[in-house]
T-cell receptor, first 113, second 115 residues
Framework: QKEVEQNSGPLSVPEGAIASLNCTYS??????FFWYRQYSGKSPELIMS????GDKEDGRFTAQLNKASQYVSLLIRDSQPSDSATYLC?????????????FGSGTQLTVLP | DADVTQTPRNRITKTGKRIMLECSQT?????MYWYRQDPGLGLRLIYY???????NKGEISDGYSVSRQAQAKFSLSLESAIPNQTALYFC??????????????FGPGTRLTVL
């Protein structure tokens, strides 16, 4: 079983719609969760981090975390063509100072004009 | 200037050649990582270093070696390159704050092709 799983997509939404990206993880001890955006051929860039159950909003982005269900999601409101990219979910695994990030395989999002 | 730099940005080499990829950072972070990315497989950890004297194997270390020359420099070597090492390679850094943070910041990547 993979430690961090995402729907690979591709996911297509029309411009202005809400895009919903989902991620599940297997390590119950995980405490830090990240969403990275990666444009084709470019490096991942951090867009959201979340540590507590519930919602965290930053502009058009909302991250949602449910530790009981081992589930984290990213909502993109008013999607724009510039949001078209691959979105990587990353979860801290391991313990203490040996924690490291484990990445999902990413969900490719296309926002149609 | 970029906080995390990688050289070279692109490299084409032949099977059996030794190649070194270099990473430098000005973020002052103690932790550095090497990942490779293949289409559909996400980022996979090759090696990581929590400080100059602490180097650890990641998920896919076979065929690779690393050197942490200084806090700011972390090099990845392919002793004898093979075609299935063709991939996009990323260096990343983070700082251990002793809490849950551990956000990683990525370099621009090196596209390696092994013929």
């Amino acid at each position: 079983q993979k430690e961090v799983e995402q729907n690979s997509g591709p996911l297509s939404v029309p411009e202005g719609a809400i895009a919903s990206l989902n991620c599940t993880y297997s390590d119950r001890g995980s405490q830090s969760f990240f969403w990275y955006r990666q444009y084709s051929g470019k490096s991942p860039e951090l867009i959201m981090s979340i540590y507590s159950n519930g919602d965290k909003e930053d502009g058009r982005f909302t991250a949602q975390l449910n530790k009981a269900s081992q589930y984290v999601s990213l909502l993109i409101r008013d999607s724009q063509p510039s949001d078209s990219a691959t979105y990587l979910c990353a979860v801290n695994t391991g313990s203490g100072s040996a924690r490291q990030l484990t990445f999902g395989s990413g969900t490719q999002l296309t926002v149609l004009p | 200037d970029a906080d995390v730099t990688q050289t070279p940005r692109n490299r084409i080499t032949k099977t059996g050649k030794r190649i070194m990829l270099e990473c430098s950072q000005t973020k002052g972070h103690d932790r550095m990582y090497w990942y490779r990315q293949d289409p559909g497989l996400g980022l996979r950890l090759i090696y990581y270093s929590f400080d100059v004297k602490d180097i650890n194997k990641g998920e896919i270390s076979d065929g690779y070696s690393v050197s942490r020359q200084a806090q700011a420099k972390f090099s990845l070597s392919l002793e004898s390159a093979i075609p299935n090492q063709t991939a996009l390679y990323f260096c990343a850094t983070s700082h251990f704050y002793g809490d849950r943070t551990d956000t990683q910041y990525f370099g621009p990547g090196t596209r390696l092709t092994v013929l």
